[in-house]
């Protein structure tokens, strides 16, 4: 994880071994310009590669191709996979309670 300063615009590459406070202030706060190490591309790429080839033996695999929770034995088709995993994120993104 770096962060680099030109003039006054930051950036903070985001490489998988860490962010640190200091980074995350930058982000959220300085709104600092975020990158992704071609490492940690490469990690992102293999973790697709390897869903997709458990999903392409048929097996069954918790949250990729199955519900949560108490659904956790409902069997999500192919054609739905991608339905679910937006509702998941939706289903994080959403607040509750007073604003």
Excluded at 17 to 23: A, D, F, I, P, Y
Excluded at 40 to 46: E, T
Excluded at 53 to 62: C, E, N
Aim: proline share 1%.
């Amino acid at each position: 994880m770096t962060v680099t300063t030109h003039s006054t615009t930051v950036s903070v590459t985001l490489s998988g071994e860490g962010l640190t406070l200091t980074q995350l202030v930058s982000i959220a706060r300085e709104n600092a310009k975020v990158e992704l190490a071609k490492s940690a591309l490469a990690a992102v790429d293999a973790a697709r590669a390897c869903i997709d080839r458990r999903i392409a033996s048929g097996a069954i695999f918790y949250g990729i191709n199955t519900g949560f929770g108490a659904l956790s034995d409902v069997h999500i088709p192919a054609h739905k996979a991608k339905e679910l995993q937006l509702n998941l994120i939706r289903s994080h993104a959403c607040g509750v309670g007073d604003s």
